[in-house]
């Protein structure tokens, strides 16, 4: 039978912000890269590999709703990491493997939050509500108590090959019949929106500067690239 290999690989992006990351040398997956390769696909089985360190929740939210959505069997594959946003895309799985070193991570939304009392608490009215949110995908998926599960994403509770299993987050580990061999991880570093907002104007100037003013700018768009990996502006 012929499936399609849907790659969840790099950070969740929305589809607007995706440029700022690969400005930066990071892969990113977005909701429409995930659309067309669902429309390619044309209803024939896929699998969802996924390697992820999470990202953006609302285009994470939009990739697991069209998984869902799809017409022909979905089976996710978590190979690597399926951590935050991607963890969610993982429940979208018809099936869910995962392999034997690979892990799943879960945890509470966050975000940068700035203004008066009244700003605050609506940020935190919305940061509650998505925790809900993220948190019915896990009991639908696993049947845990919901208060269970609120409470491991509290601790930011990093769950191996095994323990998903056994809790319901995956339905089986892959090569279950070889030796699992343990690896490092390292996700990459998630950009603050102050920090796209920069990068996203420098590169629109560069696009509609003619090409011989573009070289300035590009040296502009270097200095801010290593400013903020420096952490020397906003991140």
């Known amino acids: 039978m012929i499936m399609t290999t849907v790659p969840i690989k ?13 400005f930066f040398g990071y892969s990113t997956v977005t909701p429409s890269a995930v659309k067309d390769a669902l ?4 209803g024939q089985n896929i699998v969802a590999e996924i390697n992820s360190p999470g990202g953006d929740v609302f285009a994470g939210s939009e990739i697991y709703t069209a998984l869902k959505n799809y017409t022909g069997n979905v089976e996710v594959d978590i190979v690597g990491l399926a951590a935050s946003a991607a963890s969610v895309i993982a429940m979208a799985g018809d099936t869910i493997k995962i392999s034997p070193t690979a892990q799943l991570m879960i945890h509470r939304a966050s975000t940068v939050s700035q ?15 998505t925790d809900q949110s993220i948190a019915n995908v896990y009991v639908q998926r696993t ?8 409470q491991m994403m509290a601790k930011e509770t990093y769950i191996n090959a095994k323990d998903a ?4 987050f995956a339905d089986e580990m892959m090569f279950d019949d070889q030796p699992a061999k343990v690896t490092n991880m390292l996700s990459p570093v998630m950009l603050s929106n102050q920090a796209i907002s920069k990068i996203k104007s420098l590169l629109t100037k560069v696009k509609e500067k003619p090409k011989e003013t573009n070289s300035q700018t590009s040296d502009q768009l ?10 020397k502006e906003g991140n």
């Not at 203004?115 to 509500?129: H, K, M, R, T, V």
């Not at 299993?165 to 319901?168: L, P, Y």
């Open 115 to 129: 203004g008066n009392a009244d700003d605050l608490s609506s940020d935190l009215q919305g940061l509650n509500s």
């Open 165 to 168: 299993v056994e809790q319901g």
């Open 143 to 150: 049947g845990l108590d919901p208060q269970t599960v609120m």
């Open 39 to 42: 429309s390619t696909a044309n």
């Open 222 to 231: 270097r200095s801010h690239k290593l400013a903020i990996l420096f952490k």
């Open 10 to 22: 790099g950070v969740v992006s929305s589809d607007d912000d995706a440029e700022v990351y690969e």
